[in-house]
């Protein structure tokens, strides 16, 4: 089993084109309670992707921006892709393990959808 750190990685998918090598997604990695919580509130949007791990339910109360949020499982494939405004409630889903958000439309851009495995490589932890 992974052992997930606050951080920052790059994102990329396995159902890319089969004759162009999908590009990467710049990363942030949540995976402390305090950065969990954090998530994106009080931004005005994001240049690539948040992980937050563990997760399995999200919500978009105090958020500026509409969101696309994908569900994964353990082996980081997608359960499930939903669009959230703001002020919403995410339900909780039964497989999921953690939770990658996005500005609305991106996940489409990127091949996010269900069945899809994601793939992350960590980058550099944060100092302490």
Partial sequence: MRRWR????????D?????AAPAPVPLEIAASSRART????????IA???LLTPASSV???GMRFAIDVAYLDRELRVVAVRTMRPGRLGRPRFRARHVLEAEAGAMARWGVRP???LVCVSGHSPGR
């Avoid at 606050?6 to 998918?13: C, E, I, N």
């Avoid at 159902?15 to 004759?19: A, F, H, I």
């Fill in 15 to 19: 159902g890319g084109s089969p004759t």
């Fill in 38 to 45: 954090r998530g994106l509130l009080g931004r005005d949007g």
């Fill in 115 to 117: 069945g899809v495995r």
């Fill in 59 to 61: 919500h978009t109360f």
């Fill in 6 to 13: 606050d951080g920052t990685g790059t994102l990329t998918t």
């Fill in 48 to 50: 690539g992707a948040l």
